[in-house]
């Protein structure tokens, strides 16, 4: 697996662009993402669906065609230096095949973020347009608004991203060992999902698969992994992270079954390295070559996130 582009990192006074890729985006959160991103010396630009509801499926922001819409604009305005997306939920894949991704690509590279449901455009992004993305805290998220380690995180990966190269893990190593590859990933269902689709990844061979997932059940999580496993998706992946797990079932449960599914590869395995739906949580670059040490607990970058 190759390492993708990386995008500039953002300079004070850089334009911002938020967009709602996926579900509806509360006000207040909004208008406290956006006041951040202004302390931050950044001009944040929101695009006009982004407080959107759709009709009949309230659970969307809007059309499928003015997300998209929305998503488009932003990224092929040359005075945007970066799109951010305000929240997940669920709506991107009801969207990509919407976006014109030549002209994506003719627009040049630019710092993507998100997470969750933003799963299959940091996909889509590696496999159509070659360029690394973060897999991050969103504009309008709660963790955003309210959490500093969060915030600071982030904060450095786009301004000094050499000042965040290294990642520790606050668990220990499921299967130890070092690996090398370039990071992809994300929400394990999304992952799942992708199967089949479009211009999906062939399978993660050449990578290290960071993981994690929201509300679901454990019979639902090993449905997803064995999914990935029978599609023959992990072979030839070098090392696995994990991250949070929030409202799913006890968090022995979800290791047991991580063991269960994956333990089987042959690759080291550490978990809780703080990515995902969690309180604090880290900015990850995906596309980015690193190395995995489980049993020191430590995701080491081997270049800066962004250029």
Known sequence: MKALVRPRRLAPGARVAVVAPSGPVPEERLQAGLDILRGWDLEPVVAPHVLDRHGTFDYLAGTDADRAADLQSAWCDPSVDAVLCARGGYGVQRMT??????????????????????TALHEAFATRLGLVTLHGPMAAGIDFIKNARAQEHLRATLFEPESVRTLTS??????????????????????????????????????L????????????????????????????????????WERCDPYDRIRALVLDRLGGLGV????????????????????????????AGTLTLDVPALA
């Open 97 to 118: 095949e919407l976006l014109d991704w030549d002209a994506l690509r003719a627009a040049g590279p630019k710092v993507f973020l998100g997470f969750s449901d933003i």
């Open 268 to 295: 080291p395995i550490a978990e809780e390295f703080g990515f995902g739906h969690c309180e604090g949580a880290l900015t990850v670059p995906f596309g980015v070559p690193a190395e995995l040490d489980a049993e």
């Open 209 to 244: 698969l960071c993981l994690e997932d929201v509300n679901e059940e454990t019979y639902r999580l090993d449905r997803y992994l064995t999914q990935l496993l029978r599609a023959g998706w992990l072979d030839g992946v070098t090392g696995i992270l994990l991250g949070s």
């Open 170 to 207: 606050s668990g220990q190593a499921l299967v130890p060992g070092r690996a090398r590859g370039v990071l992809l990933g994300g929400c394990l269902s999304l992952l799942a999902a992708e199967l089949g689709t479009p211009h999906a990844r062939p399978s993660a061979r050449g990578g």
